[in-house]
């Protein structure tokens, strides 16, 4: 009996892992912490997502009570690495001091940088941001700074020498989507180091399209969190992210404006 032979093209059909510094990842998705119902909803969703990186909000947790009750102590520490953030941070100052926190308390020296410059939208400040990221980058941490689609922007933090630029999609939490797909591919055209999108994604076919436009993976956190079935959607976001990532490296058909027949004209019977 003869053994089976392997598909010629079995290779093409997984998703490259992840380089970020000097870590590798297998999934291409970040997942958020925050918002869930209960722990329960929080660790079955991180599980479905099959992510490796889970943020975590600084601001939100005692680091120091490692016998709380905190969403934090519920997050596997050996499955997963914890990639603390600063949200809530409106200045330069505040971000780098709540990161170097983190590292003393937690030992963390990646960091999820976030400066926000308005309460309302959660837009970026992106000139605190700029201020923070040379400072944490020149203390040793590696930086992943939450931006918004602009082009120069993050080209400037890849020129402090940050490990990804990570800009939103659309605002933290709006579902809306990729809003400015053209930034976003300007983006990625020029970009040396990962483009993670960050923030607006609401359902998978979002994630999808992230991937489909270059982008090396997306984080987020609303979209499955508050879903009416967290674990579901993560599941559902952990298979955008692989069509999307897939169908980009498969070389798509040009768009055209009139049919192409399926079936070849040569050979008709008349």
Not at 97 to 126: C, M, Q, S, Y
Request: aromatic letters at 4%; glycine letters at 8%.
């Amino acid at each position: 009996m003869s053994t089976p032979t392997e598909p010629t093209h079995a290779a093409s059909l997984v998703v490259e892992p992840l380089k970020i510094a000097d870590k590798t990842f297998h999934s291409r998705l970040i997942l958020g912490s925050g918002k869930y119902t209960d722990n329960v909803a929080m660790v079955e969703s991180l599980e479905a997502s099959g992510t490796e990186m889970v943020t975590v909000a600084l601001r939100r947790v005692q680091l120091n009570d490692p016998d709380g009750d905190a969403y934090i102590h519920h997050i596997d520490r050996q499955k997963y690495l914890f990639l603390p953030n600063t949200a809530g941070c409106y200045t330069a100052d505040d971000a780098v001091r709540t990161a170097r926190l983190a590292r003393e308390l937690g030992g963390w020296n990646w960091v999820k940088l976030e400066v926000i410059g308005d309460p309302k939208t959660l837009f970026p400040d992106n000139v605190e941001l700029l201020k923070a990221t040379k400072i944490l980058v020149d203390d040793g941490f590696i930086v992943l700074p939450y931006t918004n689609d602009d082009p120069v922007t993050c080209k400037k933090l890849e020129d402090l020498g940050v490990a990804a630029v990570m800009p939103a999609g659309a605002p933290i939490g709006s579902g809306m989507g990729i809003r400015n797909p053209a930034n976003l591919r300007i983006i990625i055209e020029q970009a040396n180091v990962p483009v993670i999108v960050d923030a607006g994604v609401g359902t998978a076919s979002d994630a999808s399209l992230a991937m489909e436009l270059g982008a090396d993976g997306v984080l987020m956190n609303t979209a499955i969190a508050c879903a009416a079935d967290p674990v579901r959607m993560a599941r559902a976001m952990k298979l955008g992210v692989e069509a999307g990532w897939l169908a980009a490296n498969a070389g798509r058909i040009p768009m055209k404006l009139y049919a192409s027949a399926s079936s070849p004209l040569t050979g008709l019977i008349d």
